[in-house]
């Protein structure tokens, strides 16, 4: 159970680094590498703020299944990504 939790943690995180990538593109090439990376948190913040609560909450609603490994699971991954993020 716990690869299988390392893997879904991966995949959930897929979608926060696609749009990090988006913007750090669209950044100028002239400013610093720290005006960019701000630049791209300014931009990501929200999105992957809603994304991560979305997913947290899907994993939560996990947890009402009747299967006792399922539960667990749900139970553990959404801490698990509502610790990351903090």
């Known amino acids: 159970m716990v690869y299988k939790r390392k893997w879904s943690l991966k995949c959930v995180g897929v979608d926060g680094m696609l749009t990090m990538i988006s913007a750090w593109q669209k950044t100028s090439l002239m ?28 994993f939560y609603t996990g947890t009402v299944s009747s299967f006792r490994s399922i539960q667990y699971f749900c139970i553990y991954t959404g801490a698990t990504l509502l610790l990351l993020f903090l």
């Open 31 to 58: 400013d610093s590498i720290s005006k960019r990376m701000s630049d791209v948190y300014a931009k990501v913040a929200v999105s992957m703020t809603i994304t991560t609560i979305t997913d947290v909450l899907a």
